[in-house]
């Protein structure tokens, strides 16, 4: 970030030395070094929600490609057994005439235990 040696150092420290003198620098160097602190703390708290936000983002983007996946494999599966089961395909036929048959058949079954049931 900065490029900052060990002999630009030494000359700010001199200068801070002859300008606040010698009672003043170690306030001075210690308040420097809690702002420090709070700026580095503060750029390490907004890059972890960065990148917190970045895994977040990414774990959407991962889960709506997987859903998409999963979509189409499901309308995949399903096509079979919509052309199975279409109107005029002969398993719907089928099942049709044999529900049919079923009804009516229990419907006269049925009719002739209420007949019994009336004549006793």
Do not use: C, Y
């Not at 079954?109 to 049931?117: D, F, I, M, P, Y």
């Amino acid at each position: 970030m900065f490029d900052i040696g060990f002999a630009e150092i030494l000359l700010i420290g001199v200068v801070a030395l002859v300008v606040l003198g010698p009672e003043k620098l170690p306030t001075a160097v210690r308040a420097v070094g809690l702002w420090i602190g709070r700026a580095k703390r503060a750029v390490s708290s907004i890059q972890s929600e960065i990148s917190e936000e970045l895994r977040l983002d990414e774990m959407r983007r991962t889960a709506s490609i997987k859903k998409e996946e999963l979509d189409k494999e499901l309308s995949e599966m399903k096509q079979p057994f919509k052309q199975a089961f279409s109107e005029d395909s002969p398993i719907s036929q089928s099942v049709k005439s044999s529900v049919t048959e079923s009804i009516d058949t229990s419907a006269k079954v049925s009719n002739g235990k209420v007949e019994k049931a009336e004549h006793e």
